[in-house]
């Protein structure tokens, strides 16, 4: 059991927009603006895509973006390409006894 | 070329030990916290454990307390991690990933190896 939780899958057309939500608590996601999100493609390792909630690391497309309501964070990618197909993954700071927690996974499927 | 190189994964049987190494290069080693995040064939990330900048602060996720230690080599730009009594459920492939700098105000991974493959066999 993963302490964020993702939904299993997604799937979008190329030029679609969608969105993966990742469900905390107030011991995480709820209190901390520390929300990040990995993308990984198969066999790859994976890749910082948004940090602090929202903001993008140097080289990442415009088409990401996150959010947060609560103790839900959110990445939204915009104009789905294919090359985005891959699993996403959450990770929050928790003031818990393991101080990094991630969500599950979110596979993307781009149909 | 910034980048992390792990190495010393393979098979061990279960109770084995085996130890990690992580080769860092194209950045200032000693400034950053390191971590190792492994991930079980097919399943999720989970964290499992990091050191701060000198090596004097490590933690660890309560499923590899007491038997994985972490350290470093910041003279040879080298992360360890040393795993005994290794179990099934060990089996992944560990990451050596690097926390954003400054530590304290960064609260993510920037920067992660290809992994190395641990498999421990019953």
Known sequence: QSALTQPA???GSPGQSITI????TSSDVGSYDYVSWYQQHPGRAPELMIYDVRNRPSGVSNRFSGSKSGN??????????TEDEADYYCS???STNTPWVFGGGTKL??? | EVQLVESGGGLVQSGGSLRLSCAASGFTFSRYWMHWVRQAPGKGLVWVSHINSEGSNTGY????????TISRDN????LYLQM????AEDTAVYYCVRRGFPAALHWYFDLWGRGTLVTISS
């Open chain 1, 9 to 11: 899958s997604v799937s």
């Open chain 1, 21 to 24: 939500s990742c469900t905390g």
């Open chain 1, 72 to 81: 839900t964070a959110s990445l939204t990618i915009s104009g789905l390409q």
């Open chain 1, 92 to 94: 929050s700071y928790t």
């Open chain 1, 109 to 111: 499927t781009v149909l």
């Open chain 2, 61 to 68: 996720a309560d499923s590899v307390k007491g038997r994985f």
């Open chain 2, 75 to 78: 003279a040879k730009n080298t």
């Open chain 2, 84 to 87: 005994n009594s290794l179990r």
